[in-house]
């Protein structure tokens, strides 16, 4: 039976690597993503040069409507198909400190990063559920387990993710499904590297960097794709943290 992975913010970064390495597994990749067509196509290129397949699946994740939309379009061409990995990896940043932070703000960061996982984790979990089997893995972050100033949206949707983490993995652990939070430190991406301020050699020995560089995507994916295997059949309910001993 084929094994279908939905990965959210699939189109780049921390969630591209993990669909291309969730593929080379042998996952039939579902990659969502927003709006940006063009990178969707890409990971979608990379993905099957490594020999694998995927299907594009645009939706925002903090529109429910939107997602049961393709989801249930899906689901009607797969009648006889489930989803049996989640990544909930969809994620934005709107950074600025409490005193002048806007309402917007707030909402616009726990809509995508906290509620996003809420509407997609919900409708997912029934074919997991039905099926005795799935794996569901949310990517959180460092910023949900320490401080970072101007960051008060993101790591409480983060940290948020970590508690969600814990409970859902007890609620499915009967159903032999398994729930982890991978929590990744400051990863180089090609939004990130457009930032000179964390490539300085001053800004890693300032900061907390113990070996003095960055994440790369390519590792967070190793980790999802341990914890997608049957080697982790026995592993639910943890937070892994990959930060090169920051924390």
């Known amino acids: 039976m084929k094994r279908y992975a939905l990965v959210t913010g699939a189109s780049r970064g921390i969630g591209r690597a993990i669909a291309i390495e969730l593929a080379k597994d042998g996952c039939s990749i579902l990659l969502n993503y927003k709006s940006n067509h063009a990178a969707a196509e890409e990971a979608k290129r990379l993905i099957e040069e490594a020999g694998g397949e995927a299907e594009l699946m645009p939706f925002d994740v903090s529109q429910p409507d939107a997602i049961n939309a393709a989801l249930d379009k899906w689901f009607s061409a797969h009648p006889d198909d489930y989803i049996d990995v989640l990544v909930n990896n969809a994620g934005i940043v ?42 569901v893995i949310n990517i959180s972050s460092i910023s949900g ?5 101007g960051k008060v949206n993101y ?13 859902l993995a007890v609620e499915l652990a009967p159903k032999q499904i398994t729930v982890n939070a991978v929590s990744p430190g400051l990863t180089e991406t090609d939004l990130l590297k457009q930032s000179q301020e964390y490539t300085r050699p001053e800004f890693m ?4 960097f113990p070996m003095r560089r960055l994440c790369k995507p390519e590792e967070v994916a190793y980790l999802v794709s341990f914890l997608c295997s049957d080697r982790a059949n026995y592993i639910s309910g943890q937070v892994i943290g990959i930060n090169g001993a920051a924390l």
């Open 205 to 208: 020995e300032i900061n907390n």
């Open 155 to 167: 790591a409480a949707a983060k940290s948020a993710l970590i508690g969600v983490t814990k409970t």
């Open 145 to 149: 387990q320490t401080g970072f100033p």
């Open 94 to 135: 709107d950074d600025e400190i409490m005193l002048m932070m806007e309402p917007e703000q707030w909402h616009r960061v726990i809509d995508v990063n906290l509620n996003g996982f809420f509407y997609c984790t919900r409708r997912v979990i029934e074919g997991m559920v039905i099926n005795h089997h799935g794996r």
